[in-house]
Nanobody, 124 residues
Framework: QVQLVESGGGLVQAGGSLRLSCAGSGRTLSSYVMGWFRQAPGKEREFVALINWSGPSTYYADSVKGRFTISRDNVKNTVYLQMNSLKPEDTAVYYC?????????????????WGQGTQVTVSS
């Protein structure tokens, strides 16, 4: 079993930055593809970013490309999401997730473990 705990959410003005962290326990996260997803009220959960096992390969949703950066520290068993130039439409609960899939995927159904989420609110 993998336990994931997100932190770093909060309230920020448009144009500001936040850094989310996802700390893993139970198993090393180095065996998993790690993803960030978000869900706004009344909307489906959507893919934000993923990073493969060793970290050099990343993939982003078009809506965050160039503004968000996903990274991982396998020694600390932690994954990060640096969010810059935040927009009100980025407001959502952000979740990290771990996937044992062979091919990194943006489909949330490919992810086996999920954190409880952290709220990000961007004011205009």
């Amino acid at each position: 079993q993998v336990q994931l705990v997100e932190s770093g959410g909060g309230l920020v003005q448009a144009g500001g930055s936040l850094r989310l962290s996802c700390a893993g326990s139970g198993r090393t996260l180095s065996s998993y593809v790690m993803g960030w997803f978000r869900q706004a009220p009344g909307k489906e959960r959507e893919f934000v970013a993923l990073i493969n096992w060793s970290g050099p390969s990343t993939y982003y949703a078009d809506s965050v490309k160039g503004r968000f950066t996903i990274s991982r520290d396998n020694v600390k068993n932690t994954v990060y999401l640096q969010m810059n130039s935040l927009k009100p439409e980025d407001t959502a609960v952000y979740y990290c997730a771990a996937s044992s899939t062979v091919v990194p995927a943006s489909n949330p159904y490919e992810y086996d473990y999920w954190g409880q989420g952290t709220q990000v609110t961007v004011s205009s």
